[in-house]
């Protein structure tokens, strides 16, 4: 008798809807329902965000090490005077270099254009610049650190921006949800002032 009464008691303690608040109105379960997804879906950006990153630094080096082959370093020499501009002369700002006209030699053929010399200095200025196999000036060619600086960017750029996006949509999602729950508390407040009015 002893043990049926126990079993009685212990299958009767099981309640089917445990954790189920009764006080929690539909509006608030819906809200925690978003919050769990927008939770979720941010921790499932996490591997993608690195996989961005890393997708990112695989072509990022492959552009590193197409630059490296690619871009060379020659010396140019300033065929002009690099006068500062009169930018540069002004009380507002200082500017310290200037484009001037140039020559360099690459390949045995030599080649014109406009470099970056600092203001003043005078014809015949030598500077470094970099060049493409067709002795074009071109930009200073990626290095690795760019590369890794790039991923990083791409990696958690997206994971903030997405991020942000979610967030952004669970805060009007409950702004909502907050002027619904006001409207329906002034609207029962209304009803029980009516309710029990004296007049």
């Known amino acids: 008798m002893r043990r049926k009464h126990s079993d009685h008691a212990k299958a009767s303690?099981?309640?089917?809807?445990?954790?189920?608040?009764?006080l929690l109105r539909?509006?608030?379960?819906?809200?925690?329902?978003?919050?769990s997804i927008v939770v979720t879906l941010m921790i499932l950006m996490l591997p993608l965000s690195a996989w961005f990153a890393m997708t990112t630094l695989s072509a990022q080096i492959d552009r590193v090490s197409e630059q490296q082959h690619s871009r060379h370093s020659v010396t140019a020499t300033t065929t002009a005077e690099a006068k500062a501009t009169a930018l540069a002369q002004s009380d507002v700002s200082?500017?310290?270099?200037?484009?001037?006209d140039a020559t360099w030699t690459y390949a045995g053929v030599e080649h014109q254009?406009?470099?970056?010399?600092?203001?003043?200095?005078?014809?015949?200025?030598?500077?470094?610049?970099?060049?493409d196999d067709n002795g074009v000036r071109s930009m200073q060619?990626?290095?690795?650190?760019?590369?890794?600086?790039?991923?990083?960017?791409?990696?958690?750029?997206?994971?903030?921006?997405?991020?942000l996006l979610l967030y952004g949509m669970y805060a009007a999602y409950r702004f909502h949800l907050d002027n619904q729950r006001e409207s329906e508390w002034d609207l029962a407040?209304?009803?029980?002032?009516?309710?029990n009015s004296l007049s």
């Open 26 to 35: 539909r509006s608030d379960r819906a809200q925690a329902r978003t919050k």
């Open 141 to 163: 060619p990626l290095t690795r650190g760019d590369a890794v600086a790039a991923a990083m960017f791409t990696g958690i750029g997206s994971f903030l921006t997405v991020t």
């Open 113 to 131: 254009g406009q470099v970056s010399a600092v203001s003043g200095s005078p014809a015949g200025t030598e500077t470094a610049i970099w060049v």
């Open 94 to 100: 200082v500017q310290t270099t200037t484009a001037v």
């Open 189 to 195: 407040i209304k009803n029980f002032m009516d309710e």
């Open 13 to 22: 303690s099981i309640d089917p809807h445990i954790g189920h608040n009764p």
